[in-house]
């Protein structure tokens, strides 16, 4: 299956006052509505997945998963910045003829999320009975639900936040410094920063699980080994494997996206945002997750109206919300019990 693309409205206006020219969104759909046309699933990604939720969420979305494309009209949208279809950093710019790389605006989650509106809009999908996200995909979802109150009927929002932390904005520019030191990216190299992506990626993972987790799938199993320890391997590995799939400009063009995201910019507070919320609420957190720690959680639950709120038991750490998709499930089917026969 291939994307589909959705010309933006030329120019597309940011949050920061820039706009974006000639800019598309790629997205998938699978499934068919319903005559009612009251069973469509919309989900937003995280930092470096693509529309393809099939691929990336298995457990959760495809035959025989909770959602099923047999039930529900799914829908996943590339957000812009990415590297997986929508416009992004490696894109011409019309204004120059070259590609944007560093010099990509800014886009905020408010933008991210206001291209996928545009899109919904175009679709002319009235009613969104589920949208659903994790982490980077968390904060769009909340951030539509605050934007466009009477569209979403249900939100699913797993390990995420009202505002990005100190703690996860520090770890972004550590992961920004190592790839801004390749001299690759300085220059502007078509594949520029490949190196420094390899490193922020193994700096990424650190957040991404936890203690528990590297203890438990990367202690040595020898007591006699000096140098080459299976968690140096592991850090590598997951560095190579990012760079045969991402590209630098984009990476920092959406962690940047991640650290703009504040609920409550310019609508008082993040309490009064979040009081906003009309959708019925399900809000996932995990307990090993060091990088969306359930303290921020819990300071949704306190402010989203009537939230069913729970924690996932998990030693993956953050990265627990892509895969306990049997945990996912289990309050899935608790939360629709009560609406949603399938
Ligand atoms: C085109 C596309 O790929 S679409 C995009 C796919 N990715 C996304 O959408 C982003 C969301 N997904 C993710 O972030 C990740 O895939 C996750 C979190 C779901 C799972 O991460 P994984 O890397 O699969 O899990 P995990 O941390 O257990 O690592 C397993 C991998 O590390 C390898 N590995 C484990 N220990 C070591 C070690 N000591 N040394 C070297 N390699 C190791 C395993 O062999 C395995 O390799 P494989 O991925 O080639 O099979
Ligand atoms: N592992 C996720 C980032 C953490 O939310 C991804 O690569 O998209």
Request: charged share 20%; with cysteine.
């Amino acid at each position: 299956m291939k994307d589909q693309l959705f010309e933006l409205p030329s120019p597309f206006l940011l949050e920061s006052g820039e706009e974006l020219p000639g800019a598309h969104v790629a997205f998938r759909t699978w499934g068919r509505l319903n005559e009612a046309r009251d069973n469509v699933v919309w989900v937003c990604h995280a930092l470096t997945a693509n529309a393809d939720v099939l691929a990336w969420w298995p457990g959760l979305f495809g035959p025989g998963c909770f959602f099923d494309p047999a039930d529900w009209f799914i829908v996943c949208a590339n957000v812009l910045g990415s590297c997986y279809g929508s416009t992004g950093p490696t894109d011409t710019n019309p204004a120059t003829g070259r590609p944007y790389y560093q010099a990509f605006p800014l886009l905020t989650i408010r933008d991210l999320a206001a291209a996928h509106e545009a899109l919904r809009q175009d679709l002319g999908l009235t009613r969104i009975h589920t949208l659903i996200g994790g982490s980077l995909g968390g904060q769009q979802a909340l951030e539509w639900a605050v934007q466009q109150p009477e569209v979403f009927e249900h939100l699913v929002v797993i390990a995420t936040n009202a505002r990005h932390s100190a703690w996860g904005i520090a770890f972004n520019e550590a992961q920004r410094l190592a790839i801004a030191a390749d001299p690759s990216y300085q220059a502007g190299q078509p594949d520029g920063g490949d190196e420094g992506l390899r490193a922020a990626r193994a700096v990424a993972l650190l957040s991404y699980r936890g203690y528990e987790a590297y203890a438990s799938s990367q202690t040595d199993p020898d007591d006699s080994r000096l140098l080459g320890h299976r968690a140096s391997s592991y850090q590598r590995y997951q560095g190579d494997k990012l760079v045969a799939r991402f590209n630098a400009y984009s990476y920092v063009a959406l962690s940047h996206s991640m650290d703009s995201h504040h609920l409550g910019r310019g609508r008082g507070d993040i309490a009064t945002a979040l009081s906003g919320i009309r959708a019925r609420t399900l809000l996932l957190g995990i307990t090993s997750d060091v990088l969306f720690p359930l303290s921020e959680q819990q300071e949704l639950a306190r402010h989203i109206p009537g939230v069913m709120y729970a924690e996932l038991d998990s030693r993956y750490g953050h990265d627990g919300f892509l895969l306990e998709t049997a945990g996912i499930t289990h309050f899935l089917e608790l939360f629709y019990v009560p609406t949603f026969a399938h």
